[in-house]
């Protein structure tokens, strides 16, 4: 019989480590989930993890790696504050969809306005739309009392709604001959988030999701705040003594993450999505939770993380259309990844001892 013994401190080599063995984990038990479905379950696997990067179509899928992994870089960069507090955003879907409309409002109110100074006002007002968003749920707990899990999770069915609604009446293209959906602002090109460097996929999203590690890394290490931050963290009721305000951090993580989602959003919309529509949700907020576990709240971490992910994302893409694999097949590995973390999470807090009879 084998117990489960608690650490005084968790293991530093098993926080590096669990990562690389949930990711090891979900390949084996993909490979034989895909050999159950009747595939080649190496091929599979190569498809998902190895062609995206170095097969044939390599030269359109590398690109798109960038494309894929900064919306989830800057959206887990502001989730990973508030967890590393105790604060658990699960909505960042929802600021993600609010931010989107907010930006795409400011480019269509101002629409067809050739000037510089447009593109970063819908910026500004997509950050503005995701912490307005995420100071609900905020405002809601310091009040209150209420679980921000809860309320942060409802507002994304909230977004959601609001985002059909805009689809199809106040943003619906006019020239659109009826269909819902706003002008593409990709043809717009004072509103346009095109690339920067061509042949890279580099635009002025992935910029801000590398400003946004930046930041939260000096934040988190060389910032008074960020030490209140850890101490909530770890020790509330000490951080309390030391004079930290619980409601002030809720407001300040909240309000973060929701800006830096917003953020995403806007940089999708204005980019790769190019107009508001009912579907405007892609689950970028959702796996942006799983990112910043796997990368163990830190902003290396979290960079490496979302770049895995979104080699999921471009991997199950090619497998659908090379191996006619199931469309979910990008979920199914998203949520063995994280069940596998959290399983192996324990060896960080917990030793395994074989336990001796009396």
Same mark, same amino acid.
């Given at each position: 019989?084998?117990?489960?013994?608690?650490?005084?401190?968790?293991?530093?080599?098993?926080?590096?480590?669990?990562?690389?063995?949930?990711?090891?984990?979900? =390949? #084996?038990?993909? *490979?034989?989930?895909? !050999?159950?479905?009747?595939?080649?379950?190496? /091929?599979?696997? +190569?498809?998902? &993890?190895?062609?995206?990067?170095?097969?044939?179509?390599?030269?359109?899928?590398?690109?798109?790696?960038?494309?894929?992994?900064?919306?989830?870089?800057?959206?887990?960069?502001?989730?990973?504050?508030?967890?590393?507090?105790?604060?658990?955003?699960?909505?960042?879907?929802?600021?993600?969809?609010?931010?989107?409309?907010?930006?795409?409002?400011?480019?269509?109110?101002?629409?067809?306005?050739?000037?510089?100074?447009?593109?970063?006002? =819908? #910026?500004?007002? *997509?950050?503005?739309? !995701?912490?307005?968003?995420?100071?609900?749920? /905020?405002?809601? +707990?310091?009040? &209150?009392?209420?679980?921000?899990?809860?309320?942060?999770?409802?507002?994304?069915?909230?977004?959601?709604?609001?985002?059909?609604?805009?689809?199809?009446?106040?943003?619906?293209?006019?020239?659109?001959?009826?269909?819902?959906?706003?002008?593409?602002?990709?043809?717009?090109?004072?509103?346009?988030?095109?690339?920067?460097?061509?042949?890279?996929?580099?635009?002025?999203?992935?910029?801000?999701?590398?400003?946004?590690?930046?930041?939260?890394?000096?934040?988190?290490?060389?910032?008074?705040?960020?030490?209140?931050?850890?101490?909530?963290?770890?020790?509330?009721?000490?951080?309390?003594?030391?004079?930290?305000?619980?409601?002030?951090?809720?407001?300040?993580?909240?309000?973060?993450?929701?800006?830096?989602?917003?953020?995403?959003?806007?940089?999708?919309?204005?980019?790769?999505?190019?107009?508001?529509?009912?579907?405007?949700?892609?689950?970028?907020?959702?796996?942006?939770?799983?990112?910043?576990?796997?990368?163990?709240?830190?902003?290396?971490?979290?960079?490496?993380?979302?770049?895995?992910?979104?080699?999921?994302?471009?991997?199950?893409?090619?497998?659908?259309?090379?191996?006619?694999?199931?469309?979910?097949?990008?979920?199914?590995?998203?949520?063995?990844?994280?069940?596998?973390?959290?399983?192996?999470?324990?060896?960080?807090?917990?030793?395994?001892?074989?336990?001796?009879?009396?």
């Amino acid at each position: 019989m084998i117990q489960l013994v608690p650490r005084t401190a968790p293991a530093p080599h098993w926080q590096v480590l669990t990562p690389l063995m949930a990711v090891l984990a979900t =390949m #084996v038990v993909g *490979g034989l989930l895909f !050999g159950a479905m009747g595939h080649d379950p190496v /091929a599979a696997i +190569r498809t998902i &993890f190895w062609d995206p990067l170095f097969g044939p179509a390599a030269g359109y899928s590398r690109p798109q790696l960038l494309v894929k992994a900064a919306p989830l870089i800057l959206i887990a960069s502001g989730l990973a504050v508030g967890f590393r507090a105790g604060i658990w955003n699960i909505g960042a879907e929802g600021q993600y969809i609010i931010g989107a409309i907010t930006g795409a409002a400011v480019a269509l109110a101002f629409h067809p306005l050739q000037a510089w100074w447009l593109f970063p006002l =819908m #910026v500004a007002a *997509g950050m503005a739309g !995701g912490w307005a968003w995420g100071m609900i749920p /905020a405002l809601l +707990r310091n009040w &209150f009392g209420a679980s921000e899990i809860l309320v942060s999770l409802m507002l994304v069915y909230v977004a959601q709604r609001i985002a059909a609604w805009m689809a199809f009446g106040p943003m619906r293209n006019p020239e659109g001959m009826g269909f819902p959906g706003s002008r593409n602002l990709q043809q717009y090109p004072s509103a346009a988030n095109p690339e920067l460097i061509a042949g890279t996929g580099a635009h002025w999203g992935v910029v801000a999701a590398a400003v946004a590690v930046l930041a939260t890394w000096f934040l988190m290490s060389r910032h008074i705040r960020g030490f209140h931050i850890r101490a909530a963290g770890i020790a509330p009721r000490a951080a309390r003594f030391a004079g930290v305000r619980p409601e002030v951090l809720v407001a300040f993580c909240l309000g973060l993450s929701g800006a830096l989602a917003g953020a995403a959003g806007l940089f999708e919309v204005a980019g790769p999505a190019g107009q508001i529509t009912d579907r405007v949700g892609v689950g970028y907020g959702f796996t942006a939770i799983i990112v910043a576990f796997l990368g163990r709240l830190h902003p290396v971490g979290i960079l490496l993380a979302g770049l895995l992910m979104a080699l999921t994302y471009i991997g199950g893409e090619l497998a659908q259309l090379t191996m006619s694999l199931p469309a979910a097949t990008v979920q199914v590995f998203q949520g063995m990844l994280l069940f596998f973390l959290l399983g192996f999470d324990l060896l960080t807090r917990f030793q395994i001892r074989r336990r001796v009879r009396a």
